[in-house]
C-alpha cells in the first residue's frame, strides 16, 4: 500500500462510494469479463496478485485458494434495514480499496490532518496485498424481523441440521453477517478484519473469528495439494475452478433457484472442525491410512495408482475386504458415493494454542461454497457423521451457512439486491 | 521434505543421536564456522534457506527474523534427569533434521512398515524448512530440586519481578522448558512444535503456547521494518546482528558470567501483550504519533527526519513542550534513556480470535534475547511499566524467562551442559 497519506484525506465509507455512483458507473450492464476472476492482475514487481473486487461472482470462491486465512461472522446491533444498507456500503467501498491494495480510507483522519482517528489501522502500509480477496455472507438470522428482509430470505439458505456427533459451542455458531479474508500474507487478512470490524463499529460486532495458516485445498489446476494437520494431502478430488460446467452447475445460484438476486452467489458453510491430533499421532500408519483411504505419502488411493489416480472403491484384498475400507472418509466424501453432487473445498488449518491438558487446540476450519445446501453438504455430511471412520479423531465445534451474494457492479454494493 | 519413505525407518530419538556421537563426530573442538550462523544455506530452488542446527549459538536469536512463529512452553512430568536428559537427546535429534527439511523422524513407523505410529506426522512432507530454526530454553523451574539442577542455575536466570499493571494470567506464565519455532511457512512452524510435543509424550505436556503471524523486528540490515497491531512500524532502533560487538557484549552470555555451561547462550524474556486495538482505532493520529514518538507513515522521530534518523529527545515544540513527548514510547525504550543497555527484540503480531464482547484477542507476542535480564529487561519494562503513554492500550497477560543454551556440537545435544 502507498505510504503516502491520500491528500484529500476522503473519508471511507458511502460518501466515497456514492460518489462513485453519482458518477454513474452503476454497472448493472457493464458487461463483467469472467477472465477476470481467474486472472489476476500482475503487480509492478510481478510478486503480488491483485484480484478485481467489483465482478459477477465475488472473489474468494473460484479464486485461487491463498494461503492464510482470517474469517469473522458478526451480529448486527439494533439498527435500520437503511443503517444496514449503509453498513454494506461503508465495507464495499473499505474492501475494494484494499483488495487493490489500498488502505481502507487514507490512513490520516478523514476530517482534518490529525485530530481525528486515522481511517485505516495502518498495519498493511507498504504491504501489497498478496492476492486480499473478501467476501461477504449473510446468514438465515439476518432476515428474521428485524431488518424487513424475511420475503428475501433464499429458500437455499437453510438452517443446518444437528449432525450425529456434533459438539457445537453456541458462541462459535452461526451470526448475520460473515467475511472471509484470505491472502498469501496474514498480516494482509488480518488488516482487512480487523478495518472491517472497526468500521462496523456500533452497527455489527464480531461474534466469532478464525485465523488459518495453511489452506487445505486447491481450487486451481496449477496449485500443488496441501496438507491437513493429519498430515495426509486434503482436497486431491476437488473440483477446480476450470471445470467451468461443474462449477456452473454446483457453485454458482442461479435466478431460477427462487431469489433472484442471488443469482451469480453461491451458499457457504464453515465447520470449525477440532481434530484429536495427539490421539491420532499415535495411531498406526496403517490405522491412519485406512481411515483415509489413501496412502499417507503419496495421497494415492489404497486401491491402487498415484494421487491424481480415481480411486476404485470395488477393488478388493485379501479375504474380499476393499482395499478401500468402507468407512474410509475418501470413499464417504466421494462424488460417486454422493449421487454425483460435489461441494466446493476451500478449508484451512488452524491451531488455538492449547488447552488445559496440554493439547493442541488444533484442526480444520472447514469451509465449502455449493449451489444448494440441502442437497449438497448436508447429505455428504450426515453420510460422515454417521459413518467415517474418521470421526474418532474429529470434534466438529463451530459451524456457519451464509448466503454469499453475487459480486457487486462498480458503483454499487454488495448484497445491494437485497434492498432493491 | 522428501516425500519418499526413509528405507531403513531409523526412529527419532537417542538411537539415532548416540550412534552420531559413536561416529566419533562429537564436536567439541570441531570449529564452528561463525559465517553460517547469518549465512542460510542455499537450496536447490535457491528459495527456502536452510540454518545449520549444530553450531557455537542457537539460531533463531541473530538468525534473520522469519515471518512466522509457534512458540511453546513445558511443563515437565515426574521423570528422572536422565529421562530429561534424554528428552533432550531426542529433541535435539528431531530439530536437527527438521531444521534440514526432513521429517521429525521418518514418516512411515520405526519399528516396522505399518503397525507403528509414524515418526513424524507428515503435514510438512514436500514442503521446504523456509528458514525453519528451533531454539530451546531452560525456565528457573527447571533448576529446582526435582532433577538435581540447582547449583547449574545460573544467575542471570531470574524471576522476573512484577511489574505495575501486569495482568498475568497464571496459565500464561513460566514453564519448565521452552521452544521458539521461526519459519517463513506457518506450517512448517506449527509442524515442528507439533512433532516436538509428541516426542515428548509422557515426559513433558505443553504449558501455553502461541503462533505469531508477523514478525515485528528486524535483526539484520537486509530486512525492511514491519508494522505492529498500532499500525505504526515497531524495531527501527533494534541492534542487528551486524553489529557484532553490541551482540558480544549485549546477546551472548560469557563463561565469566558466572554459569560456565552457558557460555555462548542468552536469555529469553517472552511477554504476551493484549492490544485493545478497539480502543487505539479510535484514536486521533495525533494522540497515536505522540504515545509513540514517531510518524505513523515513515515512522520517522517527532524529532524530525526519516526512519532512521536518531530520535533528539531535546528538541522543543510549541510552548517549550518536548517534540517527543516525555511519556513517549521511542524515548523510554530507547538504549540512551536506558544507560545504554539495549536488548535484541524478536516478537509477532498475533490474533486469537476475539473476546466475548466483540473484540479482537489482538497483540504482539514480545521475545527479546539479552545476556543479563536483570539490568537490561528488567529496569527497561519497570521504566515503560511505570511511565510509557502506550500502557493505556496495552495489558501484559503472559510471561516468561528462559535460560537459552549454547547450540549443540554435532553428536552433542542442546543443554548438555547441564549434565556434564
Same mark, same amino acid.
Given at each position: 500500500?502507498?505510504?503516502?497519506?491520500?491528500?484529500?484525506?476522503?473519508?471511507?465509507?458511502?460518501?466515497?462510494?456514492?460518489?462513485?455512483?453519482?458518477?454513474?458507473?452503476?454497472?448493472?450492464?457493464?458487461?463483467?469479463?469472467?477472465?477476470?476472476?481467474?486472472?489476476?492482475?500482475?503487480?509492478? #514487481?510481478?510478486?503480488?496478485?491483485?484480484?478485481?473486487?467489483?465482478?459477477?461472482?465475488?472473489?474468494?470462491?473460484?479464486?485461487?485458494?491463498?494461503?492464510?486465512?482470517?474469517?469473522?461472522?458478526?451480529?448486527?446491533?439494533?439498527?435500520?434495514?437503511?443503517?444496514?444498507?449503509?453498513?454494506?456500503?461503508?465495507?464495499?467501498?473499505?474492501?475494494?480499496?484494499?483488495?487493490?491494495?489500498?488502505?481502507?480510507?487514507?490512513?490520516?483522519?478523514?476530517?482534518?490532518?490529525?485530530?481525528?482517528?486515522?481511517?485505516?489501522?495502518?498495519?498493511?502500509?507498504?504491504?501489497?496485498?498478496?492476492?486480499?480477496?473478501?467476501?461477504?455472507?449473510?446468514?438465515?438470522?439476518?432476515?428474521?424481523?428485524?431488518?424487513?428482509?424475511?420475503?428475501?430470505?433464499?429458500?437455499?439458505?437453510?438452517?443446518?441440521? #444437528?449432525?450425529?456427533?456434533?459438539?457445537?459451542?453456541?458462541?462459535?455458531?452461526?451470526?448475520?453477517?460473515?467475511?472471509?479474508?484470505?491472502?498469501?500474507?496474514?498480516?494482509?487478512?488480518?488488516?482487512?478484519?480487523?478495518?472491517?470490524?472497526?468500521?462496523?463499529?456500533?452497527?455489527?460486532?464480531?461474534?466469532?473469528?478464525?485465523?488459518?495458516?495453511?489452506?487445505?485445498?486447491?481450487?486451481?489446476?496449477?496449485?500443488?495439494?496441501?496438507?491437513?494437520?493429519?498430515?495426509?494431502?486434503?482436497?486431491?478430488?476437488?473440483?477446480?475452478?476450470?471445470?467451468?460446467?461443474?462449477?456452473?452447475?454446483?457453485?454458482?445460484?442461479?435466478?431460477?433457484?427462487?431469489?433472484?438476486?442471488?443469482?451469480?452467489?453461491?451458499?457457504?458453510?464453515?465447520?470449525?472442525?477440532?481434530?484429536?491430533?495427539?490421539?491420532?499421532?499415535?495411531?498406526?500408519?496403517?490405522?491412519?491410512?485406512?481411515?483415509?483411504?489413501?496412502?499417507?505419502?503419496?495421497?494415492?488411493?489404497?486401491?491402487?495408482?498415484?494421487?491424481?489416480?480415481?480411486?476404485?472403491?470395488?477393488?478388493?484384498?485379501?479375504?474380499?475386504?476393499?482395499?478401500?475400507?468402507?468407512?474410509?472418509?475418501?470413499?464417504?466424501?466421494?462424488?460417486?458415493?454422493?449421487?454425483?453432487?460435489?461441494?466446493?473445498?476451500?478449508?484451512?488449518?488452524?491451531?488455538?494454542?492449547?488447552?488445559?491438558?496440554?493439547?493442541?487446540?488444533?484442526?480444520?476450519?472447514?469451509?465449502?461454497?455449493?449451489?444448494?445446501?440441502?442437497?449438497?453438504?448436508?447429505?455428504?455430511?450426515?453420510?460422515?457423521?454417521?459413518?467415517?471412520?474418521?470421526?474418532?479423531?474429529?470434534?466438529?465445534?463451530?459451524?456457519?451457512?451464509?448466503?454469499?451474494?453475487?459480486?457487486?457492479?462498480?458503483?454499487?454494493?454488495?448484497?445491494?439486491?437485497?434492498?432493491?
Amino acid at each position: 500500500m502507498p505510504v503516502t497519506p491520500d491528500p484529500a484525506r476522503r473519508g471511507l465509507s458511502r460518501r466515497g462510494l456514492l460518489s462513485l455512483a453519482g458518477a454513474g458507473v452503476l454497472g448493472a450492464g457493464a458487461g463483467f469479463s469472467l477472465d477476470r476472476v481467474l486472472t489476476p492482475e500482475a503487480s509492478a #514487481s510481478g510478486a503480488a496478485p491483485t484480484y478485481p473486487f467489483f465482478a459477477k461472482h465475488q472473489s474468494g470462491i473460484i479464486t485461487p485458494a491463498q494461503d492464510r486465512l482470517h474469517f469473522a461472522a458478526f451480529d448486527v446491533s439494533d439498527i435500520t434495514a437503511g443503517e444496514l444498507e449503509e453498513l454494506l456500503q461503508d465495507w464495499t467501498y473499505a474492501a475494494s480499496r484494499m483488495t487493490a491494495g489500498d488502505g481502507a480510507g487514507a490512513y490520516g483522519p478523514a476530517s482534518g490532518p490529525y485530530d481525528a482517528p486515522p481511517d485505516d489501522t495502518g498495519e498493511a502500509l507498504g504491504l501489497p496485498p498478496s492476492g486480499l480477496t473478501i467476501t461477504f455472507g449473510f446468514g438465515p438470522s439476518l432476515f428474521d424481523n428485524r431488518f424487513g428482509l424475511a420475503s428475501k430470505r433464499p429458500s437455499a439458505l437453510i438452517e443446518l441440521p #444437528s449432525f450425529p456427533g456434533d459438539a457445537l459451542i453456541p458462541t462459535l455458531v452461526g451470526g448475520d453477517l460473515c467475511i472471509q479474508a484470505c491472502s498469501d500474507d496474514p498480516q494482509v487478512a488480518v488488516h482487512a478484519i480487523r478495518n472491517l470490524s472497526r468500521i462496523a463499529f456500533g452497527r455489527a460486532s464480531l461474534r466469532w473469528s478464525q485465523l488459518g495458516f495453511g489452506r487445505t485445498s486447491s481450487t486451481t489446476r496449477a496449485q500443488s495439494t496441501p496438507r491437513n494437520l493429519f498430515g495426509f494431502k486434503d482436497g486431491t478430488a476437488n473440483m477446480r475452478a476450470e471445470d467451468t460446467s461443474i462449477v456452473n452447475r454446483e457453485v454458482w445460484a442461479s435466478a431460477e433457484d427462487g431469489a433472484g438476486w442471488m443469482a451469480g452467489g453461491s451458499y457457504v458453510v464453515t465447520r470449525k472442525i477440532r481434530m484429536t491430533i495427539e490421539t491420532w499421532d499415535r495411531t498406526s500408519l496403517r490405522e491412519q491410512e485406512r481411515v483415509v483411504g489413501r496412502t499417507k505419502g503419496e495421497g494415492a488411493p489404497l486401491s491402487g495408482g498415484t494421487e491424481f489416480t480415481a480411486p476404485d472403491f470395488s477393488v478388493a484384498g485379501r479375504e474380499d475386504a476393499p482395499l478401500i475400507d468402507t468407512a474410509a472418509h475418501v470413499r464417504l466424501a466421494h462424488p460417486d458415493q454422493n449421487r454425483g453432487n460435489s461441494i466446493l473445498r476451500r478449508g484451512y488449518n488452524f491451531v488455538d494454542g492449547n488447552d488445559d491438558l496440554g493439547r493442541l487446540n488444533a484442526g480444520l476450519f472447514f469451509i465449502c461454497f455449493q449451489r444448494d445446501p440441502a442437497t449438497q453438504f448436508v447429505p455428504l455430511q450426515l453420510n460422515l457423521a454417521k459413518n467415517d471412520a474418521m470421526n474418532e479423531y474429529l470434534r466438529h465445534v463451530g459451524s456457519g451457512i451464509f448466503a454469499v451474494p453475487p459480486g457487486a457492479a462498480e458503483g454499487s454494493y454488495v448484497g445491494a439486491g437485497l434492498f432493491a
